[in-house]
C-alpha cells in the first residue's frame, strides 16, 4: 500500500474551454469535490476568463465568460472547503483560442497551425505575459501557477525557427526549453514566489544533461501526464528517475477521471480511469526517496483542444472522480472506498444510475444522457419499422435538452445536441422521410 499518493494534495482540473457550467452549479460541484476527497482545484478557464484591454478580443463569443465576481465567488467556495486553486494558462502550445484570432495570427509558429506560439516574437511573450498577470491578479492568494507547455506541435517549423536552427549546436529542444524559462523567468519578476508547474511531455525525450544545462531547474517543475488504464509503471518510474537525475527532485503527476477515452465520449466508464489510477499508485509506491511527489492532477478534458468536439460532461463523470480520489485516499478501490462513494453519489459507475436514488448535483442530467445514449445505440433504433421508437428518442433528447439547460448555457446545450444526438438521428428522419415519400407515390398508408 502506497503513502506518497494517499498523502499527496489531489486536484481536480476543470476544463472550462467546452461546456462551462453556470456559476450556480460550479460552485455546486466545488463542494462535492471537496466532499469526494479532493483538496485542490486545477482550473483552466481559456476563453471563459473575464479578459481585459487588448486581451478582451480573447473572450468566448459562443457565451460570455466569467464575470470577475463570479472568478472571486469561485476562490470564496473552494477556500471555504479548503481547496487550494491553481490556475492553468497555456503559453506556448494549445494556444488556438488566442491564435485564431487575425489580430495575433502573425505570433503563429506556421500560419496553418493554430496551437503554436512562434517563441522570436517580443509580441508573442509579451502576450502571454499579460494573460499570466491578469489571470493572477485575480487569483491573489493563489501560490501556484501551471504553465502548460503541452504538445507544442510544429515548433521548429517556422521560418525564424528554421533560421535560428541553422545554427550548429542549436536543437528544437533548446527552442523550446528557452521560451520555457523565459516566460517563468517574465512570471518570477512580476509575481515572486510563485511556484510553477508545467506538462511534462516535451521534456520526455531530452537528456539530464539537456535539462541541466538549460536551467530549467529550480524555476519550473514538471507534471507528468499519462491516462492510460495500461500506464506503463516501469518506464514512467525511470521517467520520473531520469528528471530526478536533472536535479528536478519536486515533481507533480496527472492522471484521467473522463474525457481521454475518444473525443466523442458521451459516457464515462469508471473502470477504464479506475485502473489509470491504481496504475498511478504502483508508480508512486516505486519511486526513490529523492522524488518529492508534489500532488496529483485528476484531469478531466472537456474537449481535446479549442477546436474539438464536446466529451463527456461534469455530471456524467462525477461517478469516476469519485472512485479514483477514494481509491486514491484508501490506496485502492476498497470497500470502504466504494461504500464512501456510493453514500455520496448513490453509485460507483454511472451506467447503473438508473438503478439507484442517486441525487448528486447533476444526477438528472446524467441519468437521461445515460438512458438516451443506449436508446441510440440500440439496434431497434437501427431496424425502426415506423415513427414510434424515434418519437420517444426524440422526446428523450428534449428532456436532456430541458435539464442541461438548468446546468448549461443554451449554447453548450445546442451545442451538445448538433454534436451527440443531430449526426445520429438525422439521417434516420430523412430514411424516413423517404420511406414516407416512396409508400405516398405507391399510394400505400404509412399508418
Known sequence: ??????????????????????????????????????????????????????????????????????IVSIQDAASSRGLEIIPLVQT????????KHEVFRDLREVDYCLGTLNPHHDAGVRLVQEMLQQVMKLHPKSTSLHIGADEVYMLGHGDKSKHWLDVPGRSVHQLFLSHVIKVAKGVQESTPNLNLIMWDDMLRSMTPE?????GLVGLVQPMLWDYNPTLDVENTVMLMERYKSA????QW??????????????????????DNHLQWLKVASSLSAGIKLQGIALTGWQR?????????LMPVGL???????????????????????????????V???????????GAKLAELIVKLTSSMESAELRHFQNNIILDAVESQVQEVRGEMRLLYSDSTVQEWVDQHITPVLEPLHNLQRDIETVLNEMGLCTE
Do not use: W
Open 247 to 250: 536535479g528536478i527532485s519536486q
Open 92 to 99: 506556448f502550445g494549445h494556444l488556438e483560442f488566442v491564435l
Open 319 to 349: 461517478p469516476s472522480l469519485g472512485s479514483c480520489l477514494q481509491t486514491l485516499l484508501h490506496g485502492g478501490f476498497t470497500e470502504e472506498a466504494q461504500k464512501k462513494v456510493v453514500e455520496i453519489l448513490g453509485t460507483v459507475d
Open 210 to 214: 539537456t535539462i541541466k544545462e538549460s
Open 1 to 70: 500500500m502506497d503513502q506518497s499518493l494517499r498523502s499527496c494534495k489531489k486536484f481536480v482540473h476543470l476544463d472550462l474551454k467546452g461546456a462551462p457550467p453556470r456559476i450556480g452549479y460550479l460552485i455546486e460541484l466545488i463542494q462535492l469535490f471537496a466532499d469526494l476527497g479532493a483538496n485542490g482545484l486545477l482550473i483552466e478557464y481559456e476563453d471563459m476568463f473575464p479578459y481585459e484591454g487588448e486581451l478582451k478580443v480573447l473572450q468566448s463569443t459562443t457565451q460570455p465568460p466569467y464575470r470577475r465576481e463570479e
Open 351 to 361: 451506467e447503473d444510475i438508473e438503478r439507484t436514488s442517486s441525487s448528486f448535483a
Open 253 to 274: 503527476v496527472a492522471s484521467s477521471f473522463k474525457g481521454s477515452t475518444t473525443v466523442h465520449t458521451c459516457v464515462t466508464s469508471t473502470q477504464r480511469h479506475l
Open 304 to 312: 481535446y483542444d479549442h477546436l474539438s468536439v464536446l466529451c463527456e
